[in-house]
């Protein structure tokens, strides 16, 4: 984890979380989550093909089609891309080989994504938008991203949406892998 749990519920102001019932696996952090959802008014989005308890107080629910994680992913790099929504500050003084995944994801548009991953492309834009300018955005995933056939691609598609926004390194932000 990039950040402490403490950040959930106090300093985040969107929460992503994919491949995970986090209720299930982690009730602490799935209370965490609500109260800041209830309290603080702070932006959930669930993607999994699966409907987990956290849907029903997601501001977006990403019901994918099982395996087309990266195809989800990459579609949402690319509308941050293409939408002119990366944080060039942050990719400049910090990172390496975004001009490859700028080329990359240019395949991945929302309407050619949208029906591999079963999510509407607007829905895809306004995922990508949200997450991208949101004072604070964190993304916390589960073994549905990590044990997979696709997991390193998976979690390298995160950290690549993490780090394109700069959405690491600050109360409130970063990568959460539940265990």
């Known amino acids: ?93 910090r990172t390496s080989g975004y001009e490859a995944l700028r080329e990359n994801v240019r395949r991945f548009s929302p309407e050619l994504m949208a029906p591999v991953c079963g999510i509407p492309a607007p829905t895809i834009r306004d995922v990508a938008r949200l997450y991208a300018t949101s004072k604070a955005s964190m993304i916390l995933w589960g073994m549905g991203i990590s044990q997979h056939v696709h997991g390193t691609d998976n979690a390298r598609c995160l950290i690549a949406l993490a780090m394109v926004t700069g959405q690491i390194g600050r109360p409130g932000t970063g990568l959460h892998p539940l265990r």
């Not at 959930?44 to 107080?57: E, G, K, Q, S, W």
């Not at 099982?66 to 989800?72: E, G, I, K, S, Y």
């Open 1 to 93: 984890m990039t950040n402490s749990i403490r950040d959930i519920a106090e300093e985040s102001k969107l929460i992503f979380i994919i491949g995970s019932n986090t209720t299930e696996q982690h009730p602490v952090i799935g209370i965490k989550i609500r109260r800041a959802k209830r309290i603080r008014g702070a932006k959930l989005i669930v993607a999994d093909p699966r409907r987990t308890d956290l849907a029903r107080h997601a501001t977006h629910v990403l019901q994918f089609t099982a395996d087309t994680d990266v195809a989800l992913l990459n579609a949402i790099l690319h509308v941050i891309v293409d939408d002119g929504l990366a944080n060039e500050a942050f990719i400049r003084d």
